[in-house]
């Protein structure tokens, strides 16, 4: 089996017009409707014009695929920007006939030295994570410095209106164009050496110019392509699925429904009951819910024949309210008893009583929304059947690639060891991909006609399947002393967890969990719901479920400090956890949580110096659980092998998302190893048993290291040689679930922890600057860890302020493009000032604690009080609109 990834850079690779470098819907025999001339790279190129846009043509045709698809044909994630006639464009906004004679640049034709420049000074100044959108801004990038427009910061700023960034927070973007403008020599790349050190992380030369491919950047001899036919009602009866016109429809191989399916039709992380698709005589419960599959030799035809299957239904009345769901007498999704998914509870103390006799008091009800992730690579699939062994090897960017081959080996109805699945690093997720969306499909198309089947959703096909940030109403009472010290917390909260379990349950129990945030309470009362509705699915997303819970938590705080007269940051002071209290749920917190008062601490001097200054200030205080806990017996296995060549090849579980994980793993090999970071090679794929289940919940650089650093060990003590595996473990084995009552249980074994200083402007109410002081227990890569709190963030800003994703009374979202779901742009984002504080985690290696998704927890809380701070309202819904005056622009504008 040949893969061909999309080719690297430079004069002679990827070049339009290599025939034998086609994808397959260029050899289809796919009647063209006359050819469309122009140059690229410097070549004279002609391509088919019935093309829907330029990237189709780059993409498919050519085989170009610096050009990233992260929302065709809208034009609004900036990832496909190329350069025609010396202005940068979005190639999937350009039509066929506006290119014809033009001369188009793509990366691959960029000189060499100017492409090692971009890459250099991207990979240096940290300025990518998952690396998606890098090669469409270095574009973007050239033609400002080609015209001399990016010598001024925030007019760059500006003038990158047209690109999403999900994961930098743009900070680090701007710092390379800034090295690259000031014309100043930029070093090789310098790859990270120990723990601690800092350097680019992996691959990072090869993303920034987009040779490191994606899954839809992935080309097979023979391949054909998938395209899903999803329902129209989010809950209605299927009556008949008619397939005859899609099966008719010249260039179409095979459409596959419910009937198709050998095995097991339902999958899920956890709860089997998520279809993979709805069959005749089954009922929707959500609008991403699939009912056909349809093989064609062109994406295109693929597409269009998906939309000729007809389907006859019963529509039924949609439950969409949460809080009336989990009484409603109706169930809400196919398949399941009830509407209520989980429950969560806890209690220590006589809460009523404590609150009583309580000096103040606060009563309120708080709203967060429905987020969507906005990753910035869609969901895509390759399928590759092996007819000789009768095996199946599946190219996945999901964030368990394990519990991925498990679902499919049992859609298939194959033994496990016949499905191997490989990860490709995704373009990001934050969550969005640990259930699985166009897999199983996938894999079943090609299995079915034994051919490699690719499937790419498209960003509409994307937001309406895969799961969402929980909205939660969470109702809080808390008292004080006089002197502000906490003495009681009562919270009741309802998640709308949207039709499928995915992983809604452990998110309302996360945020049962964390409803205290990281304080002591002498009294606690906590009840989390999860229901189940016909609104989109709601599943893990950077935060889990703590944000949620700490925005209430942060606001009752601020609003027993002003009813005690004294400032955010001294009541959080003075209630902050320690070692040796009993924090939440009951367990008695370990030294790792003496980073809590660091973290607050560090930001004290720039609080004092805002308000001295005048400033409008707020301040929030965070903790969140690295791994998932609860009572979970967390295994993470790793390999070390030296092979003959001198490479050090590395195999963990977890998946590259952006976040690092594969530099964390080369970091830790370096440390034990001793040896030089280029001879690491690191490597995820299912052909050994190393799974531990999702990527998720910030445990992957902790458990990853841990058990990377157990396998070098392993070949140390043996000698390093060539040619065997060393195995290495690391387990988390003595944590307790809630449901075990136990009087103080170890719910997490570790957490990180951070203080959020939010500084506006009085008069515009614009975002000054944000102080950032995040407890990681010790930073493996300083730089990378710096770049992931100021992306968490820009997301944590765009959660408080401006964005959501809503859907209507029949479970239909309201947003449908990336540009409608409030995103904030590079222009909107303020300076942030990180400090890392280092506390180590007893038990845990090197006193790692994460930091992936803690970015986020206090920032909503900080920018509801510096808000209150300026105008005297309090806020309790989120998202809160942006600053009455001139502040946080519109994200939608340019």
Known sequence: MTVIHNAPGGASHGRAGDEDARPAEARSGRASEGGTTFTLNGAEVTVRSDHPHLLAALREELNVTSPKD????????GCC????????????QTSMTKVTDKTVLTLEGVDDAERDRYARAFAACGALQCGFCTPGIVMRAKSLLDRGKADDRDGVARLLGSHLCRCTGYIKILDAIDLLASGADVAPTTLPHGIGSNGAKYEAEALALGDRGYVDD?????????????????????????????????????????????????????HKDWPVFIPEGGRTSYLGDVIAVVVAGDREVARHAASLVTVEYTPLRTITDAAAAVIDEEIAVWGTETNVLSRSVYARGDVETALAASSHVVHEIFQTQRIEHAFLEPEATLAVPDLTSRTLHVYSGGQGVWDDRDQIAAVLDVDKDRVT????????????????????????????????VKCTLSREESLLMHPKRHPIRMEYWAGCDADGKLTALKARMVGDSGAYAS?????????????????????IDVEAVAARTNNPVCGAFRGFGANQAQFAMEGVLDRLAEQVGISGWEIRARNAIEPGVVWGPGQIMDDGCAGVRQCLDAVKPYYDAARAEGKAVG?????????????????????????????????HCWTEMGQGVHTVALQVAVEELGIDPARVRVVV?????????????????????????????????DGCRVGIDYDGEFRVDWTSA?????????????????????????????????????????????????????????????????????????????????????????????????????????????????????????????????????????????????????????????
């Open 70 to 77: 992260g929302c065709s044909p809208t034009g609004q994630c």
């Open 81 to 92: 920007t190329v350069i025609i006639d010396d202005k940068a464009v979005v190639a999937c």
């Open 218 to 270: 992935l080309r097979v001899e023979g391949m054909l392509h998938a395209a899903l036919r999803l329902t129209d009602h989010a809950r209605a009866e299927v009556v008949r699925i008619d397939t005859a016109a899609a099966r008719a429809f010249p260039g179409v191989e095979a459409v596959f429904t419910a009937a198709d399916v050998p095995g097991t039709l339902r999958v899920g992380i956890i």
């Open 421 to 452: 699945v490989e990860l490709v690093s995704n373009g990001g997720a934050f969550g969005g991909k640990e259930d699985m969306s166009n897999q199983a499909q996938t894999a079943l198309a090609a299995w079915l006609v034994q051919r490699p």
């Open 503 to 523: 992983v809604g349950m452990k998110v309302l129990e996360r945020a049962a969990g964390h409803a205290s945030g990281p304080y002591h309470l002498p009294t």
């Open 619 to 651: 301040v929030g205080l965070g903790l969140k659980n690295s791994g998932l806990g609860n009572g979970f017996k967390e295994v993470a296995r790793a390999v070390v092998r030296f092979e003959p060549d001198g490479t050090v090849e590395v195999r």
């Open 685 to 717: 794929d299912t052909t050994r048993e190393l799974g531990a289940g999702q990527t998720t919940g910030s445990r992957g650089t902790l458990m990853g290291a841990g058990s990377v650093a157990e396998a070098c060990r392993a070949a140390v003590a």
């Open 738 to 894: 809630l449901s075990e009552g136990l009087e103080n249980p170890v719910i997490h074994s570790a957490f990180g922890y951070a203080a959020q200083l939010v500084i506006l402007d009085r008069e515009s109410g614009a975002i000054e600057r944000v102080v950032a002081a995040h407890d990681v227990g010790r930073a493996v890569n300083p730089q990378l860890c710096e770049g992931q709190i100021e992306g968490a963030v820009h997301m944590g800003l765009g959660y408080a302020l401006t964005e959501q994703f809503p859907s209507d009374d029949n479970g239909r979202p309201v947003n449908t493009t990336l540009r409608s779901l409030g995103i904030l742009r590079a222009k909107d984002m303020p300076p942030v000032d990180v400090i890392l504080v280092e506390a180590p985690q007893p038990r845990a290696p090197y006193g790692i604690k994460g930091v992936g998704e803690i970015g986020l927890v206090p920032t909503a809380g900080a920018v509801a009080a510096a808000l209150h701070d300026r105008d005297g309202e309090w806020r309790a819904t989120l998202p809160m609109g942006r600053p009455a005056a001139a502040g946080v622009t519109d994200p939608s504008s340019p």
